[in-house]
């Protein structure tokens, strides 16, 4: 059964904090993302990966870094939180299928910055 | 700009009706992939249309891809409470390379017992 788990279901962070979100996916993909998700905005790719220590900037990058040290992990971080970042945010992977392959969903991550 | 523009933003329906919604684009896609995704959870992968034209079956949905690759269209037969949720079209403008999947905003999806 294939499986993205994320490290954190509910997060709460101060304004200026460093914040780690991690992604774990057990499918052996060679590509991962992370989006974030806003009531009428949709989706928004942030940052994918294609393989190990390699990223692209997604559409809405700023802000935000992502670090892919192993195939299984992808980590999205926050180098300074700020209270516009307050969002669900969704990781993805999927296999070298190109177009059509099937992006899998972890749980998410609903991150609230105060 | 590239979007996927799905209508309607919110549906709430008594069980036993059928519904359709919309996702629309001016852009050409390979493919469109249809998701739900119910409160708390990432979206699950429903059915990915790849062919103008093509009609796949899902139990009670029914999805369509628009001839000219632009839109597509999902129909829910006789909606059950278990349908409730978000449904999100997603694809890969075929000019992007693949990787630049965008998402519609979602329409969300109320079955009243």
């Known amino acids: 059964d294939v499986k993205v788990t994320q490290s954190s279901r509910y997060l709460v962070k101060r304004t200026g904090e460093k914040v780690f979100l991690e992604c774990v996916q057990d499918?052996?993909?060679?590509?991962m993302f992370w989006y974030r998700q806003d009531p009428g905005l949709g989706l928004r790719l942030i940052y994918f990966s294609y393989d190990v220590k390699m990223k692209e900037k997604g559409d809405i990058p700023e802000g935000y870094s992502v670090s892919r040290e192993k195939k299984e992990r992808f980590s999205l971080i926050l180098e300074s939180a700020s209270t516009n970042q307050t969002s669900m945010y969704l990781c993805?992977?999927?296999?070298?299928?190109?177009?059509?392959?099937?992006?899998?969903f972890g749980p998410g991550t609903r991150l609230t910055v105060l | 700009t590239q979007l996927l523009e799905q209508s309607p933003q919110f549906l709430s329906i008594q069980e036993g009706e059928n519904l359709t919604v919309y996702c629309n684009s001016s852009?050409?896609?390979?493919?469109l992939q249809w998701y739900r995704q119910e409160p708390g959870e990432g979206p699950v992968l429903l059915v990915t249309v790849v062919t103008g034209g093509e009609v796949k079956k899902l139990k009670r949905l029914t999805f369509q891809f628009g001839d000219a690759r632009k839109d597509s269209s999902l129909h829910i037969t006789a909606a059950q409470p278990g349908d409730t949720g978000l449904y999100l079209c997603a694809g890969a403008p075929f000019n992007t390379g693949g990787f630049k999947t965008i998402f519609g905003a979602g329409t969300r999806l109320f079955v009243k017992a």
């Open positions: 993805a992977s999927s296999g070298r299928g190109g177009y059509t392959d099937t992006q899998y």
């Open positions: 499918m052996d993909h060679e590509n």
């Open positions: 852009s050409v896609f390979s493919s």
